[in-house]
């Protein structure tokens, strides 16, 4: 093997995939060839690191240097200056926004200092599409030393004390449901990944997928020895090219190095996975949708019991877990229980992985120990709230979870805390809104998905929020009442009582709790006809400051509905009854004069 | 029961049939066959549901129900440079919206439509992962990020300017 004195690490995540990584990959490995260096300097793909706001990202190994926002042209600056000549490229480096220093090593970053990997151990680190790297990163260890063990209920017990749960959502116990999977005897059972991400704006599964395939496929090959199946599945997201075509790869090299296959390591125990690919539909992650999806059905939710752990895929016992929850399975049984459930709190452990977006900073992928607190992730992570506006409310849980305020941000992030606190942990997206986000479209963002993406088939969540989308509809367009709030209210209390899955049943979640937590902005929609946030359309009044109007006529040209009136060189004057509020005139006027109220 | 009447060309039904076999005309694997006969055609249009039922011994309208139940599948071809604005939350909260409404200002197309001459289609979709580049969109396998509805027409132009 080739002793190389450089490695260059460059981001193959879909982030820095859209901003033209790959012809970066493609340009150093052209400069290194051209220079006679490719004995001394490696050149990897690996998946996410994780800071998508400052891709694409380039890290020098040994010395642990961090490019970001390198473009193909950066390619030969940094052989010659940083690998030649050993001197860093100082325009690259990270600049730290407070102390406007540059930090060369990502160590020294806010963004990573706070953070723990655990299930994102290897993404940024390993070339994905390599099984021999994931094996020297202890890959496939844990598998061996199971096999070894031959006690399949003892390695659930590690789980069930390590407290893993599960990174989907629910938080249900990983160890017991293996083991409530493992007491249903059958000819055949099923392990079955759910990487159905189907949250808008959450993107972790994607990254474990592209950064990590093997450690999935070490992992239900595990859970596959411990409740006794011998196929595995994975539902995955037919929108994720990247993450299909990397998983392939490594299916074929675990089959290839026989950790996939008949007589694993020489033992009774025989395993291989089969991808099974969504075709566009949220609801097909609760696990009873996913698993008549994959029958070649429409994937419409039944009611539980029985649980999929009696009567699963193909009416046989089967075990579903999140791409997420799988990523933590083998290092827990490396390194021990007791290792895994000294990170955490008292009922959540180990760590959990975010996608943080929105209106921040450092928009990126992280992961941080159970109990960190909703300011921490924020303000030092995630660097703060994007031109330096105010923070209004954090969105955890996707379309069943809820926005949680200032009052929140001191709440150390666990299961329990998230759920007293109106939000839940759902899979892991995080977004973060700044004060000019009108709380009221953001239900009804929400709830407009839902209304889409309903399968339709018990009648709360498919006649109800259809209800609710139009009373909020109504409300910021300026035609609400408080008879429309409490009418609101109510509906979303009955669809929380009766729909038939876990999604139904929570997606009021984003109404009521921005209800609870921003009552005010609802009544101001619906008593003052205003939005405070200046979002709603129909709810803007453009108005013109007469000392500031020059009279240039600009605005009444461009208006198309004639509703703005003067003479040349007066001030002008905007008809509000006619005002369509398209924000032409807003656009159009050089000397500002035009505000929105 | 009358018979269905076939009416596409015998290449392209001879590969949908080869599809079908390939996965063993077995019903489970509906949502495999009905991905790749989309690859292979652009879209799903009647006639390929009732071969892929016949074939499957399956009701069409069992294949009919999968294909409207999940938005990935279309009855419509799509343009050749079919344009999807991602409408996920990240992208949603700086602006998407406003990103959509200009590419339907500039194609004169309303999502799910195709324009006339076959060039663009518009769909949305919820979130490409790329959520760093927030508002982004797609256009075909490209992604666009950072978008602001100034840019839209650059984008458009650039594939007008391709024909």
């Given at each position: 093997m080739a002793n190389y004195k450089y490695h260059i690490l460059i981001c193959g995540g879909t982030g820095c995939h859209a901003s033209q990584s790959a012809q970066i990959k493609e340009n150093f490995e052209k400069i290194i060839v051209e220079k006679n260096l490719q004995n001394d300097v490696q050149v990897v793909g690996t998946g996410c690191?994780?800071?998508?706001?400052?891709?694409?990202i380039v890290k020098m190994l040994p010395d642990n240097t961090f490019y970001t926002?390198?473009?193909?042209?950066d390619c030969n600056e940094i052989v010659q200056?940083?690998?030649?000549?050993?001197?860093?490229?100082q325009r690259l480096l990270y600049l730290d926004?407070?102390?406007q220093e540059h930090k060369s090593?990502?160590?020294?970053m806010g963004f990573y200092k706070k953070q723990l990997r655990?299930?994102?151990?290897?993404c940024g680190f390993?070339?994905?599409?390599?099984?021999e790297e994931y094996i020297a990163r202890d890959g496939y260890k844990a598998l061996a030393s199971v096999l070894e063990q031959n006690d399949p209920q003892g390695t659930i017990e590690v789980l069930k004390k390590a407290g893993l749960r599960g990174r989907?959502?629910?938080?249900?116990p990983t160890g017991l449901k293996w083991e409530l999977c493992r007491k249903n005897a059958a000819d055949q059972k099923y392990m079955i990944?759910?990487?159905?991400?189907?949250?808008?704006?959450?993107f972790m599964d994607r990254s474990i997928l592209e950064g990590d395939p093997h450690t999935v496929i070490e992992a239900m090959a595990i859970g596959g020895f411990c409740i006794g199946a011998s196929k595995g599945l994975v539902y995955i997201r037919a929108e994720y090219p990247l993450a299909i075509h990397r998983l392939r790869i490594a299916i074929d090299q675990a089959r290839e190095y026989g950790l996939?296959?008949?007589?694993?390591?020489?033992?009774?125990f025989s395993f291989d996975i089969e991808l099974r690919y969504g075709?566009?539909?949220?609801?097909?992650?609760?696990e009873t949708a996913l698993i008549h999806s994959m029958e070649g059905q429409r994937g419409e939710p039944t009611f539980k019991p029985p649980f999929p752990a009696v009567e699963?895929?193909?009416?046989k016992p089967s075990n579903v877990n999140n791409v997420e929850t799988f990523a933590n399975v083998p290092v827990i049984i490396n390194k021990g229980w007791e290792w895994f459930s000294s990170i955490g709190t008292e009922k959540s452990k180990g760590t959990k992985v975010f996608a943080l977006a929105g209106q921040i900073n450092n928009v990126g992928l992280i992961e941080v120990p159970m109990g960190t607190t909703l300011r921490e992730v924020i303000?030092?992570?995630?660097?703060?709230?994007k031109n330096g506006k105010k923070f209004k409310a954090v969105q955890t849980g996707g379309p069943s979870g809820g926005c949680l305020t200032e009052?929140?941000?001191d709440t150390p992030i666990d299961y329990d805390n998230l759920i007293a606190a109106g939000s839940m942990m759902g899979s892991g997206g995080m977004i973060v809104m700044d004060e000019t986000s009108c709380m009221v479209s953001v239900a009804k963002f929400y709830l407009d998905f839902i209304v889409e993406e309903s399968?339709?088939?018990?009648?709360?969540?498919r006649i109800g929020n259809k209800r609710m989308s139009e009373i909020l509809d109504k409300i910021t367009k300026g035609n609400g009442t408080m008879e429309d709030l409490e009418r609101l209210k109510n509906l979303a209390k009955v669809i929380k009582d009766t729909a038939l899955c876990g999604l139904g049943q929570t997606s009021p979640n984003p109404v009521l709790s921005t209800m609870d937590n921003f009552w005010d902005e609802y009544v101001a929609h619906v008593?003052?006809?205003?939005?405070p946030a200046g979002q709603c359309r129909a709810l803007k009044q453009y108005v013109i400051d007469p000392e500031k109007?020059?009279?240039?006529t600009a605005c009444a040209r461009a208006c198309p509905v004639g509703a703005i009136h003067g003479t040349v060189k007066q001030p002008h004057e905007i008809n509000q009854e006619a005002c369509?509020?398209?924000g032409t005139c807003y656009e159009k006027c050089?000397?500002?004069a035009i505000s929105i109220k | 029961m009358d018979k269905i009447i076939i009416k596409m060309r015998k290449d392209v039904s001879d590969k949908i049939i080869a599809i079908c076999k390939n996965f063993?005309?077995?019903?489970?694997?509906l949502i495999n066959v009905l991905h790749q006969t989309q690859d292979f055609l652009g879209y799903l249009p009647a006639e390929a549901q009732e071969l892929i039922a016949e074939q499957l011994h399956i009701p069409t309208a069992k294949v009919y129900g999968v294909v409207s139940f999940?938005?990935?599948?279309?009855m419509t071809p799509k343009g050749k440079y079919p344009i999807s604005v991602c409408l996920g939350t990240a992208c949603y909260v700086r602006g998407a919206e406003k990103v959509l409404d200009a590419f339907k200002k500039e194609l004169n197309l309303e999502v799910g439509q195709t324009t006339p001459d076959g060039l663009f289609s518009l769909t949305c979709l919820r979130c490409v992962g790329a959520c760093g580049l927030a508002p982004v969109a797609m256009v075909g396998d490209k992604v666009y990020g950072r978008?602001?509805?100034?840019?839209v027409k650059g984008i458009v132009d650039e594939y007008r300017n391709m024909e």
């Amino acid at each position: 093997m080739a002793n190389y004195k450089y490695h260059i690490l460059i981001c193959g995540g879909t982030g820095c995939h859209a901003s033209q990584s790959a012809q970066i990959k493609e340009n150093f490995e052209k400069i290194i060839v051209e220079k006679n260096l490719q004995n001394d300097v490696q050149v990897v793909g690996t998946g996410c690191f994780g800071f998508c706001e400052k891709g694409p990202i380039v890290k020098m190994l040994p010395d642990n240097t961090f490019y970001t926002q390198v473009t193909p042209e950066d390619c030969n600056e940094i052989v010659q200056e940083h690998i030649i000549k050993g001197r860093k490229v100082q325009r690259l480096l990270y600049l730290d926004p407070k102390s406007q220093e540059h930090k060369s090593d990502s160590k020294h970053m806010g963004f990573y200092k706070k953070q723990l990997r655990i299930a994102l151990r290897n993404c940024g680190f390993i070339d994905p599409e390599n099984i021999e790297e994931y094996i020297a990163r202890d890959g496939y260890k844990a598998l061996a030393s199971v096999l070894e063990q031959n006690d399949p209920q003892g390695t659930i017990e590690v789980l069930k004390k390590a407290g893993l749960r599960g990174r989907g959502g629910a938080g249900f116990p990983t160890g017991l449901k293996w083991e409530l999977c493992r007491k249903n005897a059958a000819d055949q059972k099923y392990m079955i990944c759910n990487a159905d991400e189907g949250d808008p704006g959450a993107f972790m599964d994607r990254s474990i997928l592209e950064g990590d395939p093997h450690t999935v496929i070490e992992a239900m090959a595990i859970g596959g020895f411990c409740i006794g199946a011998s196929k595995g599945l994975v539902y995955i997201r037919a929108e994720y090219p990247l993450a299909i075509h990397r998983l392939r790869i490594a299916i074929d090299q675990a089959r290839e190095y026989g950790l996939l296959g008949n007589n694993i390591f020489g033992t009774d125990f025989s395993f291989d996975i089969e991808l099974r690919y969504g075709a566009g539909a949220f609801v097909c992650g609760e696990e009873t949708a996913l698993i008549h999806s994959m029958e070649g059905q429409r994937g419409e939710p039944t009611f539980k019991p029985p649980f999929p752990a009696v009567e699963g895929y193909l009416k046989k016992p089967s075990n579903v877990n999140n791409v997420e929850t799988f990523a933590n399975v083998p290092v827990i049984i490396n390194k021990g229980w007791e290792w895994f459930s000294s990170i955490g709190t008292e009922k959540s452990k180990g760590t959990k992985v975010f996608a943080l977006a929105g209106q921040i900073n450092n928009v990126g992928l992280i992961e941080v120990p159970m109990g960190t607190t909703l300011r921490e992730v924020i303000y030092e992570i995630g660097g703060g709230i994007k031109n330096g506006k105010k923070f209004k409310a954090v969105q955890t849980g996707g379309p069943s979870g809820g926005c949680l305020t200032e009052k929140f941000l001191d709440t150390p992030i666990d299961y329990d805390n998230l759920i007293a606190a109106g939000s839940m942990m759902g899979s892991g997206g995080m977004i973060v809104m700044d004060e000019t986000s009108c709380m009221v479209s953001v239900a009804k963002f929400y709830l407009d998905f839902i209304v889409e993406e309903s399968c339709g088939k018990c009648s709360p969540c498919r006649i109800g929020n259809k209800r609710m989308s139009e009373i909020l509809d109504k409300i910021t367009k300026g035609n609400g009442t408080m008879e429309d709030l409490e009418r609101l209210k109510n509906l979303a209390k009955v669809i929380k009582d009766t729909a038939l899955c876990g999604l139904g049943q929570t997606s009021p979640n984003p109404v009521l709790s921005t209800m609870d937590n921003f009552w005010d902005e609802y009544v101001a929609h619906v008593v003052d006809k205003k939005c405070p946030a200046g979002q709603c359309r129909a709810l803007k009044q453009y108005v013109i400051d007469p000392e500031k109007c020059k009279g240039c006529t600009a605005c009444a040209r461009a208006c198309p509905v004639g509703a703005i009136h003067g003479t040349v060189k007066q001030p002008h004057e905007i008809n509000q009854e006619a005002c369509i509020k398209c924000g032409t005139c807003y656009e159009k006027c050089k000397f500002n004069a035009i505000s929105i109220k | 029961m009358d018979k269905i009447i076939i009416k596409m060309r015998k290449d392209v039904s001879d590969k949908i049939i080869a599809i079908c076999k390939n996965f063993n005309n077995d019903p489970v694997e509906l949502i495999n066959v009905l991905h790749q006969t989309q690859d292979f055609l652009g879209y799903l249009p009647a006639e390929a549901q009732e071969l892929i039922a016949e074939q499957l011994h399956i009701p069409t309208a069992k294949v009919y129900g999968v294909v409207s139940f999940y938005s990935f599948f279309t009855m419509t071809p799509k343009g050749k440079y079919p344009i999807s604005v991602c409408l996920g939350t990240a992208c949603y909260v700086r602006g998407a919206e406003k990103v959509l409404d200009a590419f339907k200002k500039e194609l004169n197309l309303e999502v799910g439509q195709t324009t006339p001459d076959g060039l663009f289609s518009l769909t949305c979709l919820r979130c490409v992962g790329a959520c760093g580049l927030a508002p982004v969109a797609m256009v075909g396998d490209k992604v666009y990020g950072r978008l602001t509805p100034d840019k839209v027409k650059g984008i458009v132009d650039e594939y007008r300017n391709m024909e």
